[in-house]
């Protein structure tokens, strides 16, 4: 799964190219373009599908507690995902 993942996405035209400092912005352009204008372009599949748009929902709990508490939540992926163990966390004891 990791080698069909980089042979698929890791192409010189998905890279970042990040400049940093007191630069002359043309002059940059110009080197960058010359030096990089020349990789070749290799297509992309359509990537994965966002999740259909959650609904807001509220909480409310009944406390005698004398201080609030907030509540989080994100979405994971399902069980059957194969994505599922990257949302996965299970703290050390």
């Known amino acids: 799964m ?6 698929t996405w890791y192409t010189p035209n998905n890279a970042l190219l990040v400049i940093a400092g007191n630069v002359r912005l043309e002059r940059t352009r110009e080197k960058v373009k010359e030096l990089f204008e020349s990789i070749r372009r290799d297509c992309f599949p359509p990537g994965p599908k966002s999740p ?3 609904e807001a929902a509220a909480l409310s ?3 005698d ?4 508490l907030s509540v989080v939540a994100y979405r994971l992926p399902g069980y059957d995902s194969p994505d599922y163990a990257a949302g996965s966390f299970w703290p050390m004891s």
């Open 61 to 63: 709990l009944d406390t």
């Open 52 to 54: 259909p748009a959650a």
């Open 65 to 68: 507690r004398p201080y609030g």
């Open 2 to 7: 990791l080698k069909q993942f980089y042979d």
